[in-house]
């Protein structure tokens, strides 16, 4: 039992315990417009990176959902703190609210201006949270380590996540979940490297990476052990969605979409401004391309591009290595659902023959097949946060994200005339993606299933006796979140029902040597969904983990269960997605990772995630990923 642990079982007789982060959510509230308030802030990005021409779309004026700010910016769920730890300065604020710059929306774009490098990682972040919230319905809550009131280095105010543009010299950037903050740093560029003269790069000012980090901060808030690497699979995950997220982003810009489309004749795969990530980044650091790509390239021919699926299996275990094959399966399903709904418009054009002449694509088909792409981007991105409500809480792999969206899917959409999730599924099974547990990929094989055993309603939770503040996806109090993760708690820890949830209680004897912590609630929040009808859709996801503590010759570690438990507005439990603290197959393949992985390290006889995850999974994914002229990839 952990410290957390014991200290609340002395205080309650349950034989379950509250997370610390069941309370989180009435932290979450996103400032609340008033009469008169504008409804958005028009701020200039860059939409890309500085190395991209202004012709290409480089520039634009977004519109950030509009809230009061002080200097900094700091606003209701962010705050820019530009203090650079290598220099020890601390930058001038920007004021966005100062009249020179409500006039000409914002600072305007500039390499040395550190207030337009604040307003950068200001309007990103806002744009990826915003877009996060929309897809779930609801308010969303960090997940860092809020540090004690008064203390220095961590982040004590749990409502604002902390974004420091100019945190280092060094070329990385990275979420950092002890310290509740999203460090940037900057670089030198000695030569001309990638085409690029010498100079300073700033990861601040590259959209994809601010885009990147913002995701894994929000990843964390929705899942407490979701950064718990248990396999190759979890950082390989958080890389591969948090590259995704940045990729869509990107047909938001409605300049750049255009620009890309002509230049690539309408073909997407061709469109590198789209399907790129940190184009200047990686170039800087030595590549001959971006960072990183969403496409299958692996030979230019005289006939065009020639594509062969990356493969699950061939893959090498880093984790931005091993994204790649899940980013690569989920723009192909993309690709296939843009080329369906852009056929017609083609035929059209051609008179019946599909294929463009040379030349110029005709203006207006541009427009076309622009909105057409940036739908769809807009449906993929949603498709892809609203799915990870219907993911396990821990130990995820990429099987059980496609069964997460493929479940999600047939919920909302249970008709699905484009069949979207045959695109889906196809791709994932050309990289050799195969959930377990399944008898084939058919979708109903792949949606989660309901409960095995007979569970009655629970009626306290049911909509009818549950407290909201006004709006259906806020609680009214700690209290009353308080209230619900107790029912769920009594629900979870009934001796007939643990197995059910992925739970074991402590005198099992299938544990042999091993003990377990309480069962821990660790979140209860509501998901509200629109699905293509209109029809708004209403959820309870609960999320119910816990530590089994294995003992090994070479020491003892968390090997973590528990479920992620779906209820409807009455109280029914639809769906729970367990992982069982039973598993013995999950429990060796766990022990396997936890002594190779250099993410894991050993301290007092305890093995246990090193901290610091996502910096050194950068650091690492930076030198696989981006291998100088002459070096083999």
Not at 318 to 328: D, Q, T
Request: charged share 25%; glycine share 8%.
């Amino acid at each position: 039992m952990n410290n957390h642990q014991a200290q609340h079982h002395a205080n309650s007789p349950t034989n379950f315990v509250l997370g610390e982060r069941v309370a989180r959510a009435v932290h979450a509230r996103p400032y609340k417009r008033k009469p008169g308030d504008a409804t958005y802030r028009p701020l200039r990005i860059y939409t890309l990176d500085p190395s991209v021409s202004r012709l290409d779309g480089a520039i634009a004026t977004v519109n950030v959902p509009y809230e009061e700010v002080e200097p900094g910016p700091k606003g209701k769920l962010l705050l820019v703190d530009d203090r650079n730890d290598t220099t020890s300065e601390q930058y001038q604020a920007a004021d966005l609210d100062d009249p020179k710059q409500l006039i000409t929306d914002g600072f305007p774009p500039s390499l040395s201006e550190p207030r337009f490098h604040q307003q950068m990682v200001y309007a990103v972040c806002s744009l990826v949270h915003a877009a996060f919230r929309r897809a779930l319905g609801r308010d969303i809550a960090w997940g860092y380590d809020v540090a004690p009131s008064g203390t220095t280095g961590g982040n004590s105010d749990p409502a604002r996540l902390r974004i420091r543009p100019h945190a280092f010299d060094g070329p990385n950037a990275y979420y950092d979940h002890e310290n509740g903050e999203i460090a940037f740093g900057y670089f030198s560029t000695q030569n001309a490297t990638g085409g690029l003269p010498s100079g300073r790069i700033f990861t601040a000012l590259s959209h994809d990476v601010i885009a990147h980090e913002v995701t894994h901060a929000l990843l964390d808030g929705l899942r407490a052990h979701f950064f718990f690497p248990s396999n190759q699979d979890v950082p390989a995950f958080h890389e591969a969605f948090a590259d995704l997220v940045a990729i869509f982003q990107h047909f938001t810009y409605r300049e750049v979409l255009i620009q890309a489309l002509k230049k690539s004749g309408g073909k997407l795969e061709q469109a590198k401004f789209l399907t790129e990530i940190a184009g200047q980044f990686g170039r800087a650091l030595g590549g001959v391309n971006s960072l990183r790509t969403a496409i299958d390239l692996t030979e230019q021919t005289t006939d065009g591009i020639v594509q062969q699926p990356r493969s699950y299996t061939d893959a090498g275990p880093e984790a931005h290595e091993l994204g790649s094959v899940l980013v690569a399966a989920v723009f192909e399903a993309f690709l296939v659902l843009f080329k369906r709904k852009t056929d017609r418009y083609l035929l059209l054009a051609t008179n019946g023959s599909g294929i463009l002449p040379a030349g110029q694509i005709p203006h207006y088909l541009i427009d076309v097949l622009a909105e057409e792409a940036s739908d769809l981007a807009s449906q993929f991105q949603t498709i892809c946060v609203r799915a990870i409500d219907f993911c396990p809480p821990v130990d995820i792999e990429f099987g059980d994200f496609l069964r997460a969206v493929i479940t999600a899917d047939c919920d909302l959409a249970p008709d699905d005339p484009w069949a979207y999730r045959e695109a889906w599924i196809a791709a994932f099974r050309r990289r050799g993606i195969y959930p377990e547990e399944v008898m084939n990929l058919s979708e109903e094989a792949l949606c989660w299933r309901g409960p095995q055993k007979s569970i009655p309603a629970i009626a306290a939770l049911s909509f009818s006796k549950m407290q909201f503040d006004g709006d259906p996806s806020r609680p009214a109090s700690v209290e009353e979140l308080k209230r619900q993760a107790r029912e769920i708690g009594k629900l979870v820890t009934q001796p007939e029902l643990m197995e059910e949830f992925g739970l074991v209680p402590p005198n099992d004897p299938r544990l042999k040597s091993d003990t377990v912590d309480l069962p821990e609630v660790e979140s209860v929040r509501l998901a509200r969904r629109a699905g293509p009808d209109g029809v708004i859709v209403f959820d309870l996801v609960a999320e119910v983990t816990q530590c089994r503590t294995v003992q090994d010759d070479n020491g003892s570690w968390c090997f973590f269960g528990g479920s992620t438990i779906i209820l409807d507005p009455a109280g029914e439990i639809r769906y729970i997605i367990s992982k069982s603290l039973l598993n013995k197959q999950r429990l060796e393949h766990a022990r396997e990772f936890a002594k190779a992985s250099p993410l894991w390290g050993l301290t007092n006889g305890r093995r246990a995630p090193l901290p610091g995850m996502t910096k050194r999974m950068h650091e690492k994914g930076r030198k696989s990923n981006n291998p100088k002229k002459g070096d083999k990839a």
